[in-house]
């Protein structure tokens, strides 16, 4: 059609269109087709939502937007649109929207090829948009063509055949056909009211697979079933090709993915913002030696869920340097030059047209950069060096860091993530405002959220924007951002609260350290301010604990606040040292006895124990040879220049670093913790001093989890139950039914249903343990489950002791009396060590060693099996936890956040095991205290706990001396685990002591597990435990959690489209 025009008169009274066209010889066949059979279309009715074309040949697709034909000559409300807003070669389907409203009988319309016509636009209907459904768009039949359609013209494979790879990809792009129509509606719509939106930067976003969740949502599971059926497939065959987008690692990315699958559902304005890791954290292989990584390969075959915006792109820069320039303003040039793409991927919404955005930034540099020179002499490495440089950021999610190079890639991540996000928001806003751009409506126009710490870098990015680009003044743009910002905190570990190298961050980012140091400054005005300078010593406290900057000096103006003037002035050598002697001790005897040196230690600047060696002082060694009287004369102007001082100076042999955490209190309007133990330990401990300066930016948003993906989708069996016994499947969008069920708990009827479904989802886990791991167990017995990320304070080491114990006291048993003593288990471990996380990596060693073990151990058979499913992820997760029985979370207490596993398990009718720690205490509380098996140490209780294992004091269960003994004896095979089981003993030293109390809670956790036995006999008892902790659950669907940070953190409102 390209360079050709079509003319289409329609009727208004008779619904007919009629078509003129001139000889188009080169037409092939197909196309031939096409334009003959719209050529007999007639319209049937103008009440139905969408009007549309049959399919054009077997292989079109009635939503196929690859390149759909635009009908120009219409008023704005009645134009057919560039839904995929690019194009991608020829197409031969014509897409015709209702045409209604106009009187006359005939309007001439002029259609042009999009691929020719790049600059046609289709604005929304004047009533909002168009309907996005039609029951002959959305019938098996149709939906086959489309899926043909796909296979035949955008191929990603050979055309011989039509086998399962194919078939995915084919049915992936028909869904996102229908995806785009409301995507671009909504963004339409969005732009057309200018509501305020809310924009979610996460470094991590866990999807799992899109397939199943996509046609879900548009409510297409059966149509889309029945279609690839009649293509000789299956549909979950064909979802099983999909790989896990490598976005993400653990309960951080999948918390993100279920707050946008909620706000897509809510209506929510909002985007989320990652970036495109091309191999992932990595890909968990489990050997002989224990863990093997290698690189994730879910972008080898395309991902045919996103869609690479060429236009869109912004500027990033590293090194360089700052100057100030002819016109005052300060201009960061020179450097490191590359170029962010957007690719964006749709995020539907249940029952719902709003579809929203979620966009991942990749990283290139032009082709110019390419050494075209360099490359033609020999020298390949150099010529496309620049290019290596500026992909590799988006290589891998969390690249070791303990190298320098590792460290400067993960900051480089971090900023890019920021930069082009902010970039990208700030083009909007310019965009939707218009001529007339009022940089005080931007905190009423945007929210953004930074998950965790990562994005912190958003705060100086934006000021640097507002101030070097946009000429905003300091005041002014500080308090822009301050408005703008919100920060989620996601842990209290020290090493998690992310602590960047100044010097790293001053070569890389020179013009954000000068914006820091800034707002380091206004914070350390604000310090004094609150607290004055009657009280140096708390003063000083507060200094250390709340600034930016650890171990920089403190500005002129401030430090000398700490500076002691001498009483006398010193004209003999032998009176200075003496009188020098004499102050440096009292000063130190001062601080000592204030508390301030901690056992015993000075730090730089002060005297170890308060005492003075002969011949040293505060300042330095001072040899007490003769002085020359020239010499005396200067030492002493040098001496009364330099005033005693309080406060010590930076110490050079520690790192000066930027504090991340406490920039992201201090640049925000809000802080919230994720659950509500965890919230109060942020406000108490980890940032106590900021919450009494601030206590209105402390908020709690318990975290929840999308029940579309997590019950709805991946336990279709339990999902039917829930809807049949409640009447209705509002519980999708209101969880708060699932209530409902506690009055059912004990209806043998629904006992019956409710194990017929749980047993039906074991077996396929019984499926999974086989094609993962070669390991057959019995659906017959209990599964227990542990699968999250492997770290020491989640105590995967406490539940594979637990097992050990329980096999050794088989093992010295008789088989009767096992029998009768022990429940049968199936053990399932999951989750990924990082890469540098040595002892994480001995834990897994040690599992799957044990499991090798037991598993093989014929006295033991099917009373005790242990499984480690590697490369844990999302779409392991759904079949896993709709199968499990008990779940644990057993975590030190006041370590875990939130944990979001424990809410999916609940939710899915299994019980847990666990501490109070998280929201574990929340989940207690919900589903009742005897429908969770509690151990273990309290929050409260950690520190005293640590303390007296320090002096000494700790005196360990025999059991647990027992168990260890047991390891050391070689049974598990020939790996030494000395260092794993040192780390459980001694009283202090690093990687000694037992830091997370498995030696404390171990007798506690093995009582727990016999109570947890002595349930699972009780079968009724067990089932309506399972029942009530569903019915418990409703508090925690992310819905609930999105309404809460909308209303109280980004001020934002539904956007529901008409």
């Known amino acids: ?485 919100a920060y989620t905190n996601h842990t209290v570990l020290p090493e998690a609260l992310e602590k960047w190298s100044l010097d790293i961050m001053q070569k890389l980012l020179p013009r954000h350290v000068e914006i820091i140091e800034m707002i380091d400054e206004e914070l350390i005005d604000k310090i004094v301010s609150e607290h004055g300078t009657a009280d140096l010593v708390l003063l000083e406290n507060k200094l250390k604990e709340m600034r930016i900057l650890d171990n920089v000096d403190l500005p002129a103006s401030v430090a000398s606040l700490f500076i002691k003037p001498k009483k006398e002035s010193h004209v003999k050598s032998e009176q200075k040292l003496v009188e020098s002697i004499e102050t440096t001790g009292v000063a130190v005897e001062e601080k000592v006895d204030s508390g301030e040196a901690e056992s015993g230690e000075v730090e730089s600047g002060k005297v170890e124990s308060g005492e003075v060696e002969s011949g040293e002082v505060e300042s330095g060694e001072v040899e007490t040879e003769e002085v020359e009287p020239e010499e005396a004369e200067l030492q002493e102007e040098e001496d009364s220049e330099s005033e005693d001082t309080t406060f010590p100076n930076s110490d050079p042999k520690l790192p000066k670093v930027v504090r991340m955490a406490n920039l992201c209190v201090v640049g925000g309007h809000a802080v919230n913790g994720v659950a509500e133990i965890h919230s109060e330990i942020v406000k108490e401990e980890v940032f106590n001093s900021f919450y009494k300066l601030w206590p209105h930016k402390f908020q709690n948003k318990t975290n929840g989890v999308t029940p579309r993906r997590w019950i709805r989708f991946c336990n279709p069996d339990l999902s039917n139950i829930i809807t049949k016994w409640i009447g209705s499947e509002d519980w999708v969008l209101n969880t708060e039914r699932l209530a409902e069920l506690k009055k059912y708990a004990d209806n043998e009827d629904l006992h019956l249903e409710w194990r017929t479904a749980k047993k039906n989802n074991k077996l396929k886990v019984v499926s999974l343990i086989k094609e993962k791991t070669g390991y057959i167990v019995s659906p017959d017995v209990m599964f227990d489950v542990q699968v999250k990320r492997i770290h020491e304070y989640k105590r995967q080491l406490l539940n594979i002791l637990g097992i050990v114990y329980r096999y050794k006291k088989m093992k010295e048993m008789s088989a009767e009396e096992r029998i009768a003593s022990y429940v049968p288990r199936v053990c399932i471990f999951g989750g990924k060590a990082f890469a540098t996380y040595v002892q994480a990596k001995r834990i897994v060693k040690f599992i799957t060693d044990v499991g090798a073990t037991i598993n093989h151990d014929p006295d033991i058979g099917d009373l005790l099996k242990v499984v480690f499913i590697p490369d844990y992820n999302v779409s392991v997760a759904e079949v896993l936890i709709p199968g499990s029985e008990l779940s644990q979370h057993i975590s030190t207490a006041g370590m875990e956040a939130s944990g979001t596993s424990n809410m999916k398990f609940v939710m899915n009718g299994c019980v847990l095991i666990g501490t109070l720690d998280g929201a574990n205490v929340e989940i207690r509380q919900e589903v009742g205290e005897d429908n969770f098996f509690l151990f273990g140490a309290r929050a409260h209780e950690i520190a005293g706990l640590r303390k007296e294992r320090a002096a000494g004091e700790f005196v360990p269960d025999p059991r647990f001396e027992e168990v260890k003994k047991f390891v050391r004896s070689g049974v598990f095979g020939t790996y030494n685990y000395d260092e794993l089981m040192g780390s459980l003993e001694g009283n202090e030293g690093f990687g000694r002591a037992d830091y997370f109390l498995v030696g404390k809670d171990f007798p506690s956790y093995l009582e727990c597990q016999e109570k947890v036995d002595e349930a699972y006999r009780d079968q009724k008892r067990w089932t309506k435990m399972s029942i009530l902790n569903t019915a418990g659950s409703y508090k925690f669907s992310s819905d609930r959690t999105i309404h809460e940070y909308a209303k109280d953190i980004w001020n934002i409102e539904p956007a529901l489209l008409p």
Request: proline content about 4%; charged content about 20%.
């Open 1 to 485: 059609m390209k360079g050709k025009k079509l003319t289409i008169r329609y009727n208004c009274d008779t619904k007919k269109i009629f078509l003129t066209l001139s000889l188009l010889p080169s037409l092939d066949k197909r196309r031939h087709l096409s334009i003959s059979l719209l050529l007999t279309l007639t319209l049937h009715s103008l009440n139905s939502p969408v009007s549309e074309l049959a399919p054009m040949a077997s292989s079109s697709s009635p939503f196929s937007t690859r390149t759909t034909t635009a009908f120009s000559n219409l008023s704005p409300s009645t134009r057919s649109r560039d839904l995929r807003s690019r194009s991608t070669g020829s197409s031969s389907f014509f897409f015709l929207r209702k045409i209604g409203g106009y009187r006359g009988a005939y309007r001439p319309l002029s259609v042009r090829n999009v691929a020719s016509d790049r600059e046609l636009k289709d604005p929304i209907s004047e009533d909002g948009l168009s309907s996005t459904r039609s029951s002959s768009v959305h019938d098996s039949s149709t939906i086959a063509s489309s899926i043909k359609y796909h296979a035949e013209f955008t191929p990603s494979f050979s055309p011989e055949h039509f086998e399962l790879p194919k078939a995915y990809y084919a049915t992936a792009e028909s869904v996102r056909d229908a995806l785009i129509i409301n995507w671009n509606a909504t963004y339409d719509y969005f732009e057309k009211v200018n509501v305020k939106q809310a924009y979610y930067l996460s470094m991590e976003f866990l999807q799992g697979r899109a397939l199943l969740n996509a046609i879900g949502n548009l409510e297409l599971t059966g149509q889309y079933a029945e279609a690839l059926k009649q293509l000789g497939h299956n549909l979950e065959n064909v979802a099983t090709q999909e790989p896990d987008a490598a976005l993400g690692n653990g309960g951080l990315g999948r918390l993100a993915s279920c707050f946008l699958d909620s706000l897509a559902t809510l209506n929510y304005p909002a985007w989320g913002y990652g970036l495109r890791y091309k191999y992932g954290l990595f890909k968990q292989n489990i050997t002989k030696d224990g863990q093997e990584e290698v690189a994730e390969s879910w972008l080898e075959m395309g991902n045919p869920w996103e869609i690479v915006r060429n236009d869109v792109s912004y500027p990033i820069k590293f090194y360089g340097k700052v100057v100030l320039g002819s016109d005052g303003k300060k201009h960061w040039i020179g450097g490191e030059n590359i170029k962010a793409v957007a690719y964006d991927v749709p995020i539907p919404g249940y029952k719902t047209k709003t579809t929203i955005n979620l966009r991942l930034w990749s990283t290139k540099v032009p082709s110019e950069d390419f050494d075209l020179a360099a490359f033609n002499a020999g020298q390949h490495t150099k010529a496309s060096e620049d290019q290596l440089n500026a992909e590799k950021i988006c290589y891998i999610l969390y690249p070791g860091d303990e190298s320098l190079e590792g460290k400067i890639l993960r900051l480089k991540q971090q900023y890019t993530l920021c930069s082009a996000s902010l970039q990208d928001i700030l083009a909007r806003f310019e965009k939707r405002a218009g001529s007339s751009v009022n940089w005080e409506d931007f905190p009423s126009k945007v929210a953004v959220q930074m998950n965790d710490t990562h994005p912190t870098l958003c705060i100086p990015e934006l000021i640097r924007i507002l101030i070097d680009v946009k000429g905003l003044s300091w005041t002014e743009a500080w308090n822009i951002t301050q408005r703008t910002v």
